[in-house]
């Protein structure tokens, strides 16, 4: 609404760019982010400060994440959750990828279910709430600690790690910071975004909360169309696989 000018002219929208703060920044961490991500909307988002709207081919409205958005201070506590994971999707590398760590719980009790006219058009289901998202760029010395703090900070039952990177690798630089952390191990048989459509779905029947906000996440869900975008949106893959672990039966 605001930058559709529906505010009847009385916001005024300042954008920047990363390069009018070059001087500042390390060169390293530059041509990491342009390698990352030049050429795709995120990059246009993320480096020259274009306002991004609703992306047609994401499979996330900005719009659908905020409606269902869960704030303390307006909504209350979160309720009781019956399980907390944290999921995992690995960076190898020095380079722009980044290591995703997102931190979610599923509720202890089923909602009413969704009526329409009378009739039930929805079974009673399980909600899931993001609670944080610890996701780190670089090697595994560095995401592996931040695992590590996700994991203890929320009491969390399990690590849910993807491990196409190299399974031994993963298990291996968790469980040397903490041997007793149980870590679920997944491989990803199917792409991207087969992968992601079921969760988008959670969304889309109000069952899926963000606790606060989380940007670098959200941008990633609204804007990643795999048509286009050639970059690997790490903190959407670890939501999904949060996600699948804490409703297999929705999030195949």
């Not at 390069?19 to 530059?30: M, S």
């Not at 190898?92 to 089923?110: N, Q, R, T």
């Amino acid at each position: 609404a605001i930058m559709a000018g529906k505010l009847g002219g009385k916001t005024a929208i300042t954008t920047g760019s990363m390069f009018d703060n070059a001087a500042n920044l390390d060169p390293t961490f530059q041509q990491a982010m342009l390698s990352a991500y030049h050429g795709t909307r995120l990059g246009a988002q993320e480096l020259h400060g274009a306002l991004l709207d609703a992306v047609e081919g994401a499979l996330w409205d900005p719009l659908m994440i905020d409606a269902t958005r869960w704030l303390p201070g307006r909504d209350g506590p979160v309720p009781p959750l019956q399980r907390i994971v944290v999921g995992v999707d690995p960076s190898g590398s020095d380079g722009g990828d980044e290591c995703g760590i997102v931190v979610v719980g599923l509720a202890a009790e089923d909602d009413g279910g969704t009526w329409l006219n009378g009739a039930q058009v929805r079974a009673p289901a399980r909600h899931v709430y993001v609670l944080a998202d610890y996701s780190v760029r670089r090697r595994p010395e560095v995401w592996g600690p931040a695992v590590v703090k996700a994991y203890r900070d929320w009491s969390a039952n399990a690590v849910i790690a993807e491990t196409n990177f190299g399974a031994a690798l993963v298990v291996d630089v968790l469980h040397l910071l903490d041997s007793s952390m149980p870590i679920k191990r997944v491989t990803a048989s199917r792409g991207k975004i087969a992968r992601a459509e079921p969760a988008a779905l959670v969304y889309d029947q109000g069952r899926a909360h963000h606790v606060g906000y989380y940007s670098q996440l959200e941008v990633q869900q609204a804007t990643w169309d795999p048509a286009v975008d050639k970059y690997s949106p790490d903190r959407m893959d670890a939501l999904v696989w949060a996600m699948a672990d804490l409703l297999p039966d929705s999030v195949a």
